[in-house]
Nanobody, 124 residues
Framework: QVQLVESGGGWVQAGGSLRLSCAASGRTFSTYFMGWFRQAPGKEREFVAAINWSGGSTYYADSVKGRFTVSRDNAKNTVYLQMNSLKPEDTAVYYC?????????????????WGQGTQVTVAS
């Protein structure tokens, strides 16, 4: 069982930056593939980024590639999402998720554990 708690969301103007954190409970964090997803009002949940167990491989949606960076610190049981050059269309609730297998990375249904989400609002 893994419990995930996101933090770091907020309000920012377009072009600004935010860093989201996702803290995981338990002693097996390093065995979980971690993903970030987001959901805007009236839209389906969509894949943002993912990182493998060691942090050696990362994956991004085309819409955030070059602007967002996912990383993890297994000693702190935490995964991060650094978001730069934010755009109004990045406004959404952001969720972190955990899965043992991690394949396919962009499919939300494979992830077994989810956080409660953190709101990111980007003003134009």
């Amino acid at each position: 069982q893994v419990q995930l708690v996101e933090s770091g969301g907020g309000w920012v103007q377009a072009g600004g930056s935010l860093r989201l954190s996702c803290a995981a409970s338990g002693r097996t964090f390093s065995t979980y593939f971690m993903g970030w997803f987001r959901q805007a009002p009236g839209k389906e949940r969509e894949f943002v980024a993912a990182i493998n167990w060691s942090g050696g491989s990362t994956y991004y949606a085309d819409s955030v590639k070059g602007r967002f960076t996912v990383s993890r610190d297994n000693a702190k049981n935490t995964v991060y999402l650094q978001m730069n050059s934010l755009k109004p269309e990045d406004t959404a609730v952001y969720y972190c998720a955990a899965d043992k297998g991690g394949r396919p990375v962009a499919r939300a249904t494979i992830y077994d554990y989810w956080g409660q989400g953190t709101q990111v609002t980007v003003a134009s």
